[in-house]
Nanobody, 121 residues
Framework: QVHLVESGGGLVQPGGSLRLSCAAS????????MGWYRQAPEKQRELVASISFNHNTNETDSVKGRFAISRDNAKNTVYLQINSLRPEDTAVYYC???????????????WGQGTQVTVSS
């Protein structure tokens, strides 16, 4: 089993910044990819950014230039630096990991519990 724990959310004024962290723990052999999703009220969950084991990144168009994803493979941790925050960035941000474990040969998807980001003056 793999557990993901996010941190770093909070209330921030427009134009502000936050750094989200997500640490994975458990019976992990390796984590192939990690990503951040978000879900605003009454909207579907959407991919914000993802990063491969080799640090290849992908961000959705609405956050390019403002959000940056990174990871520390030694710590099984992924980060999301979010700058120039806008009210429309308000959402619960979820961490996802695609991980190989000692429980079987196939990678599985795991989710964190989410961290709230609220952008408001």
């Amino acid at each position: 089993q793999v557990h993901l724990v996010e941190s770093g959310g909070g209330l921030v004024q427009p134009g502000g910044s936050l750094r989200l962290s997500c640490a994975a723990s458990g019976s992990i052999d390796s984590i192939a990819a990690m990503g951040w999703y978000r879900q605003a009220p009454e909207k579907q969950r959407e991919l914000v950014a993802s990063i491969s084991f080799n640090h290849n990144t992908n961000e959705t168009d609405s956050v390019k230039g403002r959000f940056a994803i990174s990871r520390d493979n030694a710590k099984n941790t992924v980060y999301l630096q979010i700058n120039s925050l806008r009210p429309e960035d308000t959402a619960v941000y979820y961490c996802q990991a695609v991980a190989f474990t000692s429980l079987g040969p196939r990678a599985k998807y795991y989710w964190g519990q989410g961290t709230q980001v609220t952008v408001s003056s």
